[in-house]
């Protein structure tokens, strides 16, 4: 008798157990966000900050690139996928089956190894170094020696904005690739003669030289008007409308708390913040406020 009543309350328990095991699964949702290594430092801090307040919530930040984030989310192999370029530059991509969030503002800075003796190049003698025209520092006043360029893999989105505005159609020098923000830092780091580029959040310690670009300084300052013109757009995309724990999660780094909080406090800025804005085509134009 008491041996087959314990039989069925144990049965019960393992029924109850696994009832509110399934309740728990259901209600946490995964949001997985690839691509942007540019991006990662806010999308990883600001998605930490909403697991505080989000309970089940539990979202995965990886970078990869750019074009990684776009084709991750085309296949909708993830729920995001970031960008620092538009999905409709990119071959291969369907923009029009992707939903384009703008959550933030990036600037891109040249960064070279304190060695050379160069604190501000023209846009022109900046562009004949990475078209391998310039090969040695002495050409734009630095020290004697030859330079090294560090490129960002294809794919990235900040080689894009990059090539963009600064070769403008012209052939990359072959040289060294490497695909983070935070690796090319550490090799220019501790590479003497080298020279490479990298988000404004990734530039913020003192061990490398940012250099201006005629005599305007990197700051996020200088980009709201355009007189720093190396950003881009961070964009979250998704493939057409998202989950409800997606739409959460935008909802949230498109606030007033991110946006006017979390974004600066990371070296990003807000759209918000733009006077003027940039088209896939990168014309720039005003905007009326």
Same mark, same amino acid.
């Given at each position: ?7 069925? /309350?144990?049965?019960?328990? /393992? ?5 509110? $095991? ?16 540019? /991006? ?22 990886? @970078? ?11 296949? @909708? ?54 078209? &391998? ?11 004697? @020696? ?5 490129? !960002? ?5 900040? !080689? ?7 070769? !403008? &159609? ?12 935070? $690796? ?53 995309? $998704? ?22 909080? /979390? ?21 720039? $134009?005003?905007? @009326?406020?």
């Amino acid at each position: 008798m008491h041996k087959h009543l314990l039989e069925k /309350l144990t049965i019960l328990f /393992l029924f109850i157990v696994t009832f509110l $095991t399934g309740c728990a699964n259901n209600n946490s949702s995964k949001i997985t966000i690839v691509g942007s290594s540019a /991006l990662q430092p806010l999308a990883e801090q600001a998605g930490n900050d909403y697991r505080l307040s989000h309970s089940g919530s539990n979202i995965v930040v990886q @970078g990869g690139g750019s074009g990684t984030g776009l084709s991750q989310i085309q296949a @909708g192999a993830v729920q995001i996928g970031s960008s620092d370029v538009f999905a409709d530059t990119q071959k291969g991509i369907n923009a029009h089956l992707l939903k384009d969030y703008l959550v933030a503002v990036v600037g891109v800075v040249p960064i070279v190894n304190k060695s050379v003796g160069v604190k501000n190049l023209s846009i022109k003698q900046l562009q004949e170094i990475f078209t &391998g025209k310039i090969t040695n520092w002495q050409q734009v006043g630095g020290k004697k @020696g030859a330079i090294i360029v560090i490129n !960002r893999s294809k794919g990235s989105g900040t !080689r894009a904005t990059f090539e963009d505005l600064v070769l !403008r &159609g012209k052939q990359a020098v072959k040289s060294q690739e490497q695909d983070s923000n935070g $690796t090319v830092k550490k090799i220019v780091n501790s590479t003497p003669g080298t020279i490479s580029y990298i988000s404004f959040p990734y530039a913020t310690d003192n061990n490398i030289q940012k250099l201006s670009i005629d005599h305007v300084y990197p700051t996020n300052k200088n980009i709201p008007d355009n007189k720093w013109k190396l950003w881009s757009y961070e964009h979250m995309y $998704t493939k057409g409308k998202p989950n409800k724990a997606t739409a959460s999660f935008l909802k949230y780094i498109l606030s007033k708390k991110v946006q006017t909080g /979390l974004i600066p406090k990371t070296g990003y800025l807000s759209v918000n913040q733009m006077h003027v804005k940039r088209d896939s085509h990168n014309k720039v $134009t005003k905007l @009326g406020k």
